[in-house]
Every structure is written in structure tokens, then in C-alpha cells.
């Protein structure tokens, strides 16, 4: 038994900050943001949406390209880490919006890895035969964590979502995820404030997202190669054999450098960074659902998706579309 993804879809919040408008508001140039980031401009939630808002957008999008109503759902699984809310969580608000009853809803947390591992979950589900048809979201509305004083995370990141409906099926499909992570580097991307731990431990910590780029970077250019590696000798795989890259848009020059190691054309890697910024774990779905419907991504075709965040977390999966 293997799952396949039998529909995607994907959700963008009207309101759309520029670079430009960014020049406003701290100390940066276009310049700086396009020659480090790739980043042109970013979608941002309005005051009143919510991460359920754009979830509630992509998987509706996502089941009518399946073709499935909410009785066909047997599992709901939300890659975020800016819920509306502690509890219910957001899979539970995604049901009542959808008119789902009965079936799991839970979210994943692991930042920008989220959907890698919210996919990687449900293809377990449906492989073991427990759940028939899954579906799968990455919904994130990092704007509200962002500090919007510091110039060097929040020309980075924006909000979205992007989903995708899994199915039981006799072939793959989902041929293989991987899913990894190493708290050693806790301190390096974070957001400290949670429920058991009100105060932040640290005077300078912020009620912010915090993060070290520089180290961020280099750790995630090298994890993402080694993450590529592994997933192409597990399925005794060359890098030739990847017809399609599609890589969490954090930065244009992590892209790259993950691009050169498959030995990749940049023609043969989807790019969403610059329309949209890092909106963590909805990069990966939304930059697949684009792909899928501008008709780039054909049945058939094998897919390689992979992401990296906070925590660290990182993963990947290999797709037969
Ligand atoms: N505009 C102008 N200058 C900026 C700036 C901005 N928005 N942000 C930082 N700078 C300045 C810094 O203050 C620093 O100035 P200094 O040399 O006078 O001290 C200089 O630019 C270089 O800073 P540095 O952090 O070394 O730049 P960088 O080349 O590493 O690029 C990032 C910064 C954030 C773009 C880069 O490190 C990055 O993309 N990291 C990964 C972040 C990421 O993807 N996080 C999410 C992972 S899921």
C-alpha cells in the first residue's frame, strides 16, 4: 500500500508587502534584500485572518481538485507553528470550517519542516492501512511573530498556505520520506515564548522570532545536501533521476546551492521565494500546488521536496506524481 497526492491546492493573503514598502520601515534597500535573499516581495495576513483562514483556503482548493467531499476525509494533519490557538489545534478549527466530523485532526510542529513532516505522517497512516485518504496542510502566519524592527529577519518571511489530498493507492506515489532533527541548535532560530514557559530564561530574549542568519545558513546548506544524499541512496537513485526539485524557499542562494548539488538546471527547480518570501511550512506545498496547476509537473514525474527549520528539524520526501 503507498499514498499518492490526488490534489493540491493553495492560499495567498491579499495584502502584499514589497521590498519597497520594507525600505519604509527599517534600515534595508531592495538591493541588500534581493542580492542576499532572492526575495522581491511577501504576502501578508490581514489583521482579522488567521493561520485557519489560509489553511481553510488551500485545503478547500486542494479537495476540489481531488474531487473529494468531507465525508471522504479520514485524517487531518496541520504542519504549523503559528496556530491560532493552543487548543483546539488547528486541524480541530479546520474541521468544523470544513464540515468534517470524527476523523484524527492534529497539527505538527516543526517550523519550517512542518509539512515534510505532516506529509511524512500521514503517508505512514495510509501505508499501514489505517486511513484511506489524508489531508495534508502547511498554514503559517509567521507576520505575527516577526519583529518588525529588525531588518535582518523580517525582510525574510511572509504568510500562506498550501495543501495537498493524499490517497490509498496500489503504487507510489510518496516513495520515501525522511525526517530529521537536532535540538543541539535550539538557540540559533527561535521563538521562546510558549505556555509552561512564560518568562523568556534570558534578559535580552524577545517576545520575538530570534534567529542567528549567518549560522542558519551555513548549517542549512549543508544539511539540506546531506538530506539529498540520503534520500537519493535510499532509493538507489542518481541525481540525474529527479525530474523536478522542489525545495523550501527560505533563500534564492540555499536553493542554488541545493540545486547544484542534484546537478540540477535552475528550469528544473520550482522558485516561489521571490513572490512570497519564507512562509515556513506552507513554502513547500504552495511552490507544488503552483507548479502542479501551471502545468510544469506532469503525472509521473519525480518530485523531490525537502525542507529546513528551527529546531533544527529537516526532511525530505521523493514523489512519482
Ligand atoms: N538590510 C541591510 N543590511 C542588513 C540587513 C537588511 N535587511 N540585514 C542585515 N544587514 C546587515 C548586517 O547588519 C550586517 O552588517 P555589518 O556587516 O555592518 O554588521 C551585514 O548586513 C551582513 O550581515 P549577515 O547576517 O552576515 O548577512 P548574510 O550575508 O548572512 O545575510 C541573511 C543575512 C539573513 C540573508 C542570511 O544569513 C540568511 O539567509 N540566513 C538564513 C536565514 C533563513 O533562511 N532562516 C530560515 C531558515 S528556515
Request: net charge negative; proline share 3%; glycine share 10%.
Amino acid at each position: 500500500m503507498y499514498s499518492r497526492i490526488i490534489g493540491t491546492g493553495r492560499y495567498l493573503p491579499e495584502r502584499v508587502l514589497t521590498n519597497a514598502d520594507l525600505e519604509k520601515m527599517v534600515d534595508t534597500t531592495d538591493e541588500w534584500i534581493r542580492t542576499r535573499t532572492g526575495i522581491e516581495r511577501r504576502h501578508i495576513a490581514a489583521d482579522d485572518q488567521t493561520t485557519c483562514d489560509l489553511a481553510e483556503g488551500a485545503v478547500r482548493e486542494a479537495m476540489s481538485a481531488a474531487g473529494i467531499g468531507p465525508d471522504d476525509v479520514d485524517m487531518l494533519v496541520v504542519g504549523t507553528t503559528t496556530p491560532d490557538q493552543i487548543f483546539p489545534n488547528v486541524g480541530c478549527l479546520l474541521q468544523k470550517r470544513l464540515g468534517i466530523h470524527g476523523c484524527a485532526a492534529f497539527s505538527v510542529e516543526a517550523a519550517c519542516t512542518g509539512f515534510i513532516y505532516a506529509l511524512g505522517v500521514a503517508d505512514k497512516f495510509i501505508r499501514c492501512g489505517d486511513v484511506k485518504t489524508a489531508v495534508v496542510v502547511g498554514a503559517e502566519t509567521l507576520s505575527r511573530i516577526v519583529d518588525w524592527t529588525d531588518r535582518s529577519s523580517c525582510v525574510l518571511f511572509g504568510d500562506g498556505a498550501g495543501a495537498v489530498v493524499l490517497q490509498a493507492a496500489d503504487e507510489p506515489g510518496i516513495v520515501s520520506t525522511h525526517l530529521h532533527a537536532d535540538g543541539k541548535y535550539k538557540d540559533l532560530l527561535f521563538y521562546p515564548t510558549g505556555v509552561s514557559k512564560k518568562t523568556p530564561d534570558r534578559e535580552d530574549m524577545q517576545d520575538v522570532l530570534t534567529m542567528r542568519g549567518n549560522e542558519v545558513f551555513k548549517v542549512a546548506v549543508s544539511t539540506l545536501g546531506r538530506i539529498v544524499d540520503e534520500t537519493l541512496e535510499a532509493n538507489d537513485l542518481d541525481k540525474h533521476d529527479i525530474d523536478w526539485l522542489i525545495p523550501h524557499q527560505a533563500n534564492m542562494r540555499i536553493i542554488k546551492a541545493t540545486a547544484r548539488k542534484l546537478d540540477m538546471p535552475m528550469e528544473r527547480v520550482i522558485v516561489t521565494v521571490q513572490e512570497h518570501g519564507n512562509t515556513s511550512a506552507a513554502s513547500v506545498p504552495m511552490a507544488l500546488d503552483l507548479a502542479v496547476r501551471d502545468g510544469r509537473i506532469k503525472r509521473g514525474e519525480r518530485l523531490l521536496l525537502e525542507a529546513f527549520g528551527g529546531g533544527f528539524t529537516w526532511g525530505s520526501a521523493l514523489i512519482t506524481y
